[in-house]
């Protein structure tokens, strides 16, 4: 009996320390877990600022470049706008592009950069002179470009803001 008891106690102790060694694993396994979430979380917030930092330390210089597109600035008669000033903000839009914000533009942003570099580089269609509709699509096609640069900060912010929301 003293035999059976002994074997008892041993295997009750087994169990009781399977199950205390089951809970300490479970336990530090949701805790890394947990850590490994967290970190990552930083890390993202870390790089989220970077970059928004950064567009918002270029970008103006895209909406200076771009400057010379405003209708005002179009319809105005004293203004020339001949091929060779649209080439000049093509050539700055494209150095901009292409030296400093090459890896900064969203998706959204680099579509809309093309579509201004694609209205910019059409010709003349009446004597070397743009007529109204090429006007309004560069126009347009210039307000496209900065609203995306604009939501691209906006969404920065947005994202920014859900995360104070979830901490």
Same mark, same amino acid.
């Given at each position: 009996?003293?035999?059976?008891?002994?074997?008892?106690?041993?295997?009750?102790?087994?169990?009781?320390?399977l199950i205390i060694a089951l809970i300490?694993?479970?336990?530090?396994?949701?805790?890394l877990k947990s850590e490994r979430e967290k970190f990552e979380r930083e890390l993202q917030r870390s790089m989220?600022? +970077?970059?928004?930092?950064?567009?918002l330390e270029k970008?103006?210089? @895209?909406i200076a470049i771009t400057d010379g597109l405003r209708r005002s600035r179009m319809s105005n008669p004293g203004?020339?706008?001949?091929?060779a000033y649209f080439k000049a903000i093509l050539a700055k839009l494209d150095e901009w592009h292409g030296?400093?914000?090459?890896?900064?533009?969203?998706?959204?942003a680099v579509g809309k950069l093309y579509t201004l570099r694609k209205v910019l580089r059409e010709k003349p269609e009446i004597?070397? +002179?743009?007529?109204?509709?090429?006007?309004?699509?560069?126009?347009? @096609?210039?307000?496209?470009?900065?609203g995306a640069l604009r939501a691209d900060i906006q969404f920065l912010y947005e994202e920014e803001a859900k995360t104070f929301r979830d901490d």
């Amino acid at each position: 009996m003293e035999l059976l008891t002994g074997v008892l106690s041993a295997a009750i102790a087994a169990i009781v320390s399977l199950i205390i060694a089951l809970i300490s694993y479970l336990t530090n396994k949701n805790t890394l877990k947990s850590e490994r979430e967290k970190f990552e979380r930083e890390l993202q917030r870390s790089m989220t600022s +970077k970059l928004y930092d950064l567009r918002l330390e270029k970008y103006p210089e @895209a909406i200076a470049i771009t400057d010379g597109l405003r209708r005002s600035r179009m319809s105005n008669p004293g203004e020339d706008l001949s091929e060779a000033y649209f080439k000049a903000i093509l050539a700055k839009l494209d150095e901009w592009h292409g030296v400093q914000a090459f890896l900064l533009l969203s998706p959204n942003a680099v579509g809309k950069l093309y579509t201004l570099r694609k209205v910019l580089r059409e010709k003349p269609e009446i004597e070397g +002179k743009y007529s109204k509709e090429q006007i309004e699509k560069i126009w347009k @096609a210039k307000g496209a470009f900065r609203g995306a640069l604009r939501a691209d900060i906006q969404f920065l912010y947005e994202e920014e803001a859900k995360t104070f929301r979830d901490d």
